[in-house]
């Protein structure tokens, strides 16, 4: 249950996120070595929902500490303009590269497997182990990771 804003001398979400390249097989790459799944964030600016996650479901301890322990989340902005490169090698603005995967709200975490093998020859919304659309309340949110964890 949330319990209010993040303590004193508490990391805030943003400062945990993965500091990347913006290289998306690197970065699963990555992760898996470190032995953590990896995920997308989607977020904007002054987005209400993106605020409640970070204030309600981010700021609960146990969550946070599960998904730092178990995912590497590489944070984008759905209507941002840095570039990325996907895992066939094309380069897209974090604009493009939400729409080419199919991304129209936020927030919106996109969860990939646990390797890259194989990535590359699917279609973008296949690439993709499981998918948040939408912000659900904080119980299955946390259910969600836990359930991408177990899985593939």
């Given amino acids: 249950m949330w319990q209010g804003p993040p303590e004193r001398g508490r990391a805030l979400p943003n400062e945990w996120y993965l500091d990347s390249f913006l290289d998306l097989a690197e970065d699963l790459g990555t992760a898996s070595r470190d032995g953590k799944?990896?995920?997308?964030?989607?977020g904007l600016r002054n987005c209400p929902a993106c605020r409640r996650m970070h204030e309600v479901h981010?700021?609960?301890?146990?969550?946070?500490?599960?998904?730092?322990?178990?995912?590497a989340?590489?944070?984008?902005?759905?209507?941002?303009?840095?570039?990325v490169t996907d895992f066939d090698g094309t380069k897209l603005s974090e604009?493009?590269?939400?729409?080419?995967?199919g991304i129209v709200g936020t927030p919106a975490i996109q969860f990939f497997p646990a390797s890259a093998e194989g990535l590359a020859a699917r279609r973008?919304?296949?690439?993709?182990?499981?998918r948040?659309?939408?912000?659900?309340?904080?119980?299955?949110?946390l259910a969600?990771?836990?359930t991408v964890r177990g899985g593939t």
């Avoid at 604009?95 to 995967?101: E, L």
């Avoid at 973008?124 to 499981?130: H, K, L, S, V, Y």
């Avoid at 948040?132 to 949110?141: G, Q, V, W």
């Fill in 37 to 42: 799944r990896f995920a997308i964030l989607w």
């Fill in 73 to 83: 989340i590489l944070h984008l902005n759905i209507l941002g303009a840095r570039e």
């Fill in 124 to 130: 973008p919304q296949e690439r993709e182990a499981a």
């Fill in 144 to 146: 969600l990771f836990r």
């Fill in 95 to 101: 604009k493009a590269f939400a729409a080419r995967y």
């Fill in 132 to 141: 948040m659309a939408s912000l659900p309340e904080p119980e299955a949110f």
């Fill in 58 to 71: 981010l700021a609960d301890p146990a969550t946070e500490a599960y998904i730092r322990e178990n995912f």
